[in-house]
Structure formats: structure tokens, C-alpha cells
DNA sequence: GCGTTGTCATTTCATTTGAAACGAAAGTCA
DNA sequence: TGACTTTCGTTTCAAATGAAATGACAACGC
């Protein structure tokens, strides 16, 4: 009597280490403590500053461009360029010969503006990696590298 | 003649290799590709999914505790809860004595439904890690570790 | 006891989000 | 050329989000 049920005891499930998690876990403090650089004191947001990281090393984009490449949401980027046009971070021109594309440009401001950021971008990426030596530091490149680089 | 202004060249700033923007995206793409798994087949989503992953090992719990354990603002979890016992997973009660806390609890149908989601959960963990050999994934484990365990 | 303060969960409300619809502009094919 | 399909960026609209207000209760001080 009392045989074991077939169920399986299935050791129970541990939210702290299940991967997908932890990574969402440590993204969101990692946004909202380098938020804390450039919302209060530049007003700016994280789509925004992710726009203009971007146009920081490649003039002339069309959003198209960004929406692929900084994996964003191209009406998140669209929202993103307007905002930074109207405080006179962006200039929005039209492509001269595909009239659909959006040439995205930063204005001479939003250049004082972004090399203002970056170094406390930079800076507070240096001290979330404070704890890990150079060492750590590789690995954790590689292998964020490699997840990245998987399938889906 | 022609010496260099004073200005800081300022290597251009790589936003694939900064830490936050990176983990950010990494995190999206592990959250996307799991929400693939309890979406669609249980109609669940994330924050749903989170407070029943705590639940599966703590019962009787408050909103405060989930909020605090699982990373998730507390009006989050109230409505996650609040869903959850609309489709039947979840039971809440009134705390025997302290009358302002709640007690949630899986019923029965959400400990089946938890029970059917979770070895799919980490198959898709499995799958994400799987271009990673045994050392590695103790690697990026520690490693995430540390830098959650760091200061802010 | 009774007023004050603090805590918990929910509700409210303004903002953010993204899927789908849209208009404009190319591209394609006959 | 002229219908068609496709692509780009924006707008629309409904859902998700979270800060602040609310209401219910507990804890403390006196």
C-alpha cells in the first residue's frame, strides 16, 4: 500500500538561478542605475540616449537603421528622434534620393551633449564591473558574446 | 603650427560593447524567447509567470514578500495576482491575523499548470545555454552572481 | 482608551508601450 | 505607362506600466 504516485517530485523550481531571470534581474538595475546619469541631470530617457549613442558614431541614419540595430522598436526609435529634434539634439533631414528614409544627424548641441554622457556612462560601467577582475571581466565579454550569438 | 586643439579625441563610444546595453538586450531576447513558451499555449505573461514561479515553492505569501523577492513593483504583482485568481490558479485570502496582508497560494489547477510550464522553462534555459560548456555556464553563474551581489 | 504614525494592497491617473493602420514614396511587372 | 506590391516612418488606439493617492488595518505613544 502507499506506492509511491508516479508524479514526479521534480525538485522544486528555482527562480534565482533560472537564467532568463537573473539576467532581467541584473539588466534592470544596470538601466535604472545608469538612468540615474542622464535622466535627472540631462533629461534624457533610455531610448533617447540609446539614439544618440548611436548617431554618436554613424551620421546620417535613417531610423530603419537604429530600429535594427540597437534592438529597438522602430516606433520607440521613431518617438525617440522627435523628442531629441524638438530639444535640438537631432537634425531630421530627408534622404535626397529615397524620399522615405529619414537622414538622422546630431546637431552641434547634441555632440556637447553626448561627449558630456559618455564619460559618465563609461564611468559608471567601470564601477558596475568594479568587483571582477580583468580577468572576470573578459569572461563575462565572451560569454555575453556568445549567448548573444545564439540562434534565438 | 596646427597642434593639436586640447580636445579629447574620445575613441568613439562602442555602444555593443557597454555593459548595461548589452545585458539589456540579452535580457529581452532570453524574456522573449521564454514568454514564447507560457504566452501563447497558457496565456500567461511575464509578470504572471514570475509570481507563479515564487508561489511554486512559497506558499502563502504576501504581495509585499513577491515584490521584494521577485524584482517586480509591488502594483505589478497585486494585478498579476489579481489575474491569476480570475482564471483560478491562484487562491488569496486575508492573513488569520494581521488583516492588511494577503495570502496567495497555488490551487490546484495553478500548481498543474506551473507543473506543466516549468520543465518547458528550462528546457528553453537549457537550449539557451546550451553553445556553453559545463565550465562556462558556472562562469557566467558566477559572474552574474557578482554583480548582482555589487552595491547598486 | 484614543490619536498619530506606519504598513499593506489596491485604485487612480498620466505616461509609455507596441501592434496594427495609415499615407507617402519606391520598386516591380506587364 | 499604370496597376500591384513593398518599404519607410508616423499616427492611432488599446494595453501595460508605475508614481502617487486611497482605504483598511496595525503598532506605537501617551
Redesign the pocket.
Known amino acids: 500500500m502507499s506506492a509511491k504516485p508516479p508524479q514526479k517530485p521534480s525538485k522544486p523550481f528555482d527562480l534565482d538561478a533560472f537564467l532568463p531571470y537573473r539576467v532581467s534581474v541584473l539588466a534592470s538595475r544596470l538601466s535604472q542605475g545608469l538612468a540615474k546619469v542622464y535622466q535627472d541631470r540631462f533629461g534624457i ?3 533617447e540616449w540609446r539614439v544618440l549613442a548611436h548617431l554618436s558614431g554613424n551620421a546620417k541614419v ?3 537603421e537604429i ?1 535594427a540595430r540597437v534592438a529597438m ?4 526609435v ?2 525617440a ?2 523628442r531629441l529634434e524638438a530639444c535640438g539634439f537631432v537634425r ?1 533631414a530627408t534622404h535626397p ?6 537622414e538622422l544627424q546630431l546637431s552641434t548641441e547634441g555632440r556637447a551633449l553626448f561627449d558630456e554622457i559618455a564619460p559618465l556612462a563609461l564611468a559608471y560601467e567601470k564601477q558596475a564591473l568594479s568587483g571582477l577582475s580583468p580577468d572576470e571581466r573578459r569572461a563575462l565579454h565572451t560569454l555575453v558574446e556568445m549567448l548573444l550569438a545564439a540562434p534565438t
Chains 1, 2 share one sequence.
Open positions: 530617457s533610455n531610448p535613417s531610423v530603419r530600429h522598436d522602430k516606433v520607440k521613431s518617438r528622434a522627435a531630421k534620393t529615397d524620399h522615405r528614409l529619414v
